[in-house]
């Protein structure tokens, strides 16, 4: 069977793109979204691509999902966390609303656990299982200011989730990574400077990649992100 792997918030922007650069290396791509029409018109454009339903928030709408995936495949080989929300630009930290915190750490710290917790029985049944949280340079401590509070630390904190559940599943053998993919111009990051998704990144070069578990030279990294490197920076 080839390799299976799951893409959250994938009907646009960066995740999108991965599940047709993964698609394009042979890869059985489940293209997810929280809107099952959003998935399916998006996978629709990439052949080997299965639309699926899949809210990062919604704990039943990620148990049918584990169903599905288990009835279909009986294995999951990469899991690539995506989904994110809430780059707030218009706050502070000292005066941010905290519900807008709460709000975007449902999506980018709680979810992708929850995915983790949820798809291992179906890791563990993958020979060579791999994890890939998509972080940002934003929650790099060790380059952190002020501004973009809610994002920030959600993306801290799930490099910090990163590193643990790195060091809890090698014995497993289990890959776990982060990665930052830089500035590109999606939806919520329309820049100037910016590439387009489709455009390989070329690597920031600076520690923004919460390496925890260094990929091989052939590793799923690679292919999601072939311009980039893995930070092997562990001062974060
Ligand atoms: P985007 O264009 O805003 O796309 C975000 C995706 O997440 C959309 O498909 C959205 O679905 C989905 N999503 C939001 N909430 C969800 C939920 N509860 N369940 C499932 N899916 C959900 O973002 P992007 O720029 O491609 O970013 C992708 C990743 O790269 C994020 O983790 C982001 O933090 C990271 N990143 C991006 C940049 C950049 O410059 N773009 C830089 C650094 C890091 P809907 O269409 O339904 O809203």
Known sequence: ????????????????????????????????????SAAQAAASDIPGAVPLRLDVTDPESIAA??????????????????????????????SADLGVVREAAETNLYGPWLLVEEFLPLLRASEHPRIVNVSSEAGSLASMGGGTPAYAVTKAALNALTRMLAAELRGERILVNAVCPGWVATDWAARAAARSPRERPAWCGRPCCQTTARPAASSATAALFPGSQSCPCTAH
């Not at 584990?66 to 000292?94: C, M, P």
């Open 1 to 36: 069977m080839s390799t299976v792997s799951l893409v959250t918030g994938a009907n646009r922007g960066i995740g999108r793109e991965v599940c047709s650069s993964l698609a394009a290396r042979g890869h059985t791509v489940l293209l997810t979204a929280r809107d099952a």
């Open 65 to 94: 999902a584990v169903r599905e995936v288990a009835h279909r495949f009986g294995k999951l080989d990469v899991l690539v966390n995506n989904a994110a929300i809430s780059y707030d630009t218009w706050q502070r930290a000292i």
